[in-house]
């Protein structure tokens, strides 16, 4: 089973609000990751989790917060966000920092 | 710095017509290629890897092989079908936790 999957699929958001994005794997790998995914582009890298602890985090604006409270569980707590940061928002996962990273469905995230 | 370069699309091509998407890498040290594909509305799957040189992966009919060097990488499928459609994306791994990618390439099959 290669499956990782995301909830919500579809989420709208004023710029006031706080809403989280969670992602879920069950294949026992310990590195997890968020990417941003703009139209015809390719995903962008924004954090990674390795053993439950994050160990890159691209720059990313600190509205996004990402937690991961356990090896299968990956959050991501949006608030006061922009306009600009509508995207789809993937979360992938690896059985190590060398590999194959098998992505989720994502998350298209809109905001008003 | 590690970079990929895939060919501009969008490719359009008939049923049954034989697929190639160039790809090419510029990496430090050994990487592993990927090659991932994104259909309307939904994340990306991995396709196929090759790990080291010479290594062919395959998937589904699709087949690419690892030439260190050409440093390429090149997606290729004898005969395409509608449902192939999508946007496919090159990607290289070095380690570190982070994939590169090229910035994806189009794919229409009409019937």
């Known amino acids: 089973d290669t499956e990782v999957t995301q909830t919500p699929k579809h989420l709208v958001m004023g710029m006031t609000n706080k809403k989280s994005l969670k992602c879920e794997q069950h294949?026992?790998?310990?590195?997890m990751y968020w990417y941003k995914q703009k139209a015809k582009k390719p995903p962008e890298l924004m954090f990674v989790?390795?053993?439950?602890?994050?160990?890159i985090n691209e720059s990313v604006p600190s509205r996004f917060s990402p937690e991961c409270p356990n090896s299968s569980l990956l959050n991501l707590h949006l608030h006061a966000l922009q306009p600009e940061d509508s995207a789809l928002y993937l979360c992938?996962?690896?059985?190590?920092?060398?590999?194959?990273?098998?992505f989720g469905p994502g998350t298209r995230l809109t905001v008003t | 710095g590690n970079s990929v370069t895939q060919m501009e699309g969008p490719v359009t091509l008939s049923e049954e017509a034989f697929l190639t998407i160039n790809c090419t890498y510029t990496?430090?040290?050994?990487?592993?290629l990927f090659w991932y594909v994104q259909y309307p509305g939904e994340g990306l799957q991995l396709l196929l890897k090759?790990?080291?040189?010479?290594d062919k992966g395959s998937n589904k009919g699709f087949e690419a092989t690892y030439r260190k060097e050409t440093t390429s990488f090149h997606l290729e499928k004898g005969s395409v079908q509608v449902s192939d459609s999508a946007v496919y994306f090159c990607?290289?791994?070095?380690?570190?936790?982070?994939?590169?990618f090229g910035t994806g390439t189009r794919l229409l099959v009409s019937p």
């Open positions: 992938a996962s690896s059985q190590a920092v060398v590999g194959e990273q098998y």
């Open positions: 294949m026992g790998h310990r590195a």
């Open positions: 989790y390795s053993y439950e602890k994050l160990s």
């Open positions: 990496a430090t040290g050994y990487p592993s």
């Open positions: 090759a790990t080291k040189a010479d």
């Open positions: 990607a290289l791994g070095t380690g570190f936790q982070k994939l590169v």
